[in-house]
Every structure is written in C-alpha cells, then in structure tokens.
C-alpha cells in the first residue's frame, strides 16, 4: 500500500497571501489530521476530518481552515500569511476514523513565509 | 488540561547498548492510547510503538518496549542493541477519545559508533 503523500513538499511564500496544502491519506482510510510542527511550539494539533466533515478542530485563528473530498483527500487552506506560519505540516491519515486508530504521518510539507 | 511531558531534550547512547527514553503525562481520561513516534532528519515521522492504557501488559517491538506505570502517568521507551539508524527525535504522544494527539517536546536520540 502507498503511504501518506502529501504535495508540495516545499513551498514559499510572502507575508499576506495565501497557500493550499494537500494530503492524500493511505488507500481506504477515511480520516486525515493536520498538525503544524515549530521549533518553538512543538507538534500542535489543526483540525482532523473524516467522511467530508470536520469532526475536531485545535487552537489555531481562522485563517487556518481545512476541507475534505468524498475520496478522503484533504486540503488545508492557510490565508493572509504570516511570518509565524512557517512550520512543517503534517498530515496523518487514520483508517476507520476511531479514537483507537493509529496515525500514520506523511512527510510533511515545509512552508516559509518571508 | 492534558499535558505530555518528555524531560530529556537530548540523549546519547553507544551502538549496542540500551537507552531508555522517559515520558509522563497527565490526563482525566480512563481509556486512552500511548505512541512513541521517530521523526529522523528531515524525513517522515514514523510509530515506533503503541500502548492501549486498559492493558496492563507492556507492548514490545523487537528491540523497542515500553514500560507503562498507569498509576504514575508514566510511559518510557526502551531501546536495546541500539542501531545508528536509531538516531532520530523521538516524540511521545497521547491519544483518547477524540483523534487529536498531545505531542510531548520530543528527545533527540544520538548513537555514537
């Protein structure tokens, strides 16, 4: 089985616009979690989705906002950048979508804003 | 609120030997769910081991095995006959009723040759 892909694996951006990240989970697994991983705040909890709907959702301002497809595909959305908002992001993807599962990690995607 | 506690930003071991990584956390749940996670550089983050709290029995993966003190909220990671591709950071994180995991600050596992 193909494991969690996640596009781009870098990317750039300037302060103020906007950046889609995407995250194919492992074939058949219906949840996908985001995190944001920082030097300084460590490994912190998005949102998760499962089955198109968002089910938990972390600490983070509204401009970090997430979908998912009806083929378990997420994207997350990060708006009007800031300099803060460069971190490793990471995508897990879970299979039935239960509290017991194990959550399996892409490789991230690194984002810098400048 | 539920904290993971990983006391030992850095750790050193020779190949070979035995390392043991420490965790505690702290939570109001009673049915909940422990990992250990290995994040080598700059690549994928990867589960090393998982424990379920309702089992009493420690989990083991070939050289990695934890020991699981529920009533101390604890949760360390043994690593033996450690390996140079051992070296990584590795996380401690805790999982329960939701799918949102609580991250410890994760100890960087050096193996000298």
């Known amino acids: 089985k193909a494991g969690v892909t996640q596009t781009p694996r870098y990317l750039i951006k300037t302060r103020g616009q906007q950046v889609t990240l995407s995250c194919s989970p492992i074939?058949?697994?219906?949840?996908v979690s985001w995190y944001q991983q920082t030097p300084g705040q460590g490994l912190q909890f998005l949102f998760e989705y499962f089955s198109e709907t968002q089910r938990n959702k972390g600490n983070f301002p509204g401009r970090f906002s997430g979908r998912q497809f009806s083929n378990s595909r997420s994207e997350m959305n990060v708006s009007t950048l800031e300099l803060g908002d460069s971190a490793l992001y990471l995508c897990?993807?879970?299979?039935?979508?239960?509290?017991?599962?194990?959550?399996?990690f892409g490789p991230g995607t690194r984002l810098t804003v400048l | 609120a539920q904290t993971v506690t990983q006391s030992q930003p850095e750790m050193s071991v020779q190949e070979a030997e035995t390392v043991t990584l420490s965790c505690t956390y702290d939570t109001s749940e009673s049915d909940y769910y422990l990992f250990w996670y290995k994040q080598p550089p700059s690549r994928q983050m990867i589960l090393v081991i998982r424990?379920?709290?309702?089992?009493?029995q420690n989990a083991t993966e070939n050289r990695f095995s934890v020991n699981f003190q529920k009533a101390a909220k604890s949760f360390s990671l043994k690593i033996s006959d450690s390996q140079l591709g051992d070296a990584a950071m590795y996380f401690c994180?805790?999982?329960?009723?939701?799918?949102?995991?609580?991250f410890g600050t994760g100890t960087l596992l050096a193996v000298q040759p």
């Open positions: 424990q379920e709290a309702y089992k009493q």
């Open positions: 897990a993807s879970l299979a039935g979508g239960a509290s017991t599962d194990t959550q399996y």
């Open positions: 074939s058949g697994h219906r949840s």
């Open positions: 994180a805790k999982g329960g009723a939701t799918n949102k995991l609580i």
